[in-house]
């Protein structure tokens, strides 16, 4: 049965400065740093948010370098990421 890639969650996890995305199939580690774009900034002032990120085979882990302002919202943008086979 063929099943078409997708996210499952996102899940902030604040106390670890991290957001979760887990996708329902393994993620492509190689084509990540070249085709994946991710971008975090707060809302109001656009002010971009510094961060890394992890993949271990359907989660990708972003870890903030900062702690994020408290009340304030985020906007989260991922384009190109692509599973295992490129989908």
């Known amino acids: 049965m063929y099943k078409e890639f997708s996210v499952i969650s996102i899940e902030p996890l604040m106390a670890k400065k991290q957001i ?3 996708t329902n199939k393994e993620l492509n580690v190689l084509d990540f740093d070249n085709k994946t774009i991710i971008e975090i900034y707060e ?4 002010t971009p ?3 890394a990120t992890d993949i271990k085979d359907e989660v990708l882990t972003i870890t ?3 702690w994020p302002l408290p009340n304030s919202e985020y906007i989260l943008s991922v384009k190109n990421l692509l599973s295992i086979t490129d989908e």
């Open 49 to 51: 948010v510094t961060f």
């Open 64 to 66: 903030l370098n900062d």
């Open 20 to 22: 979760v995305i887990t």
């Open 43 to 46: 809302r109001d002032t656009k």
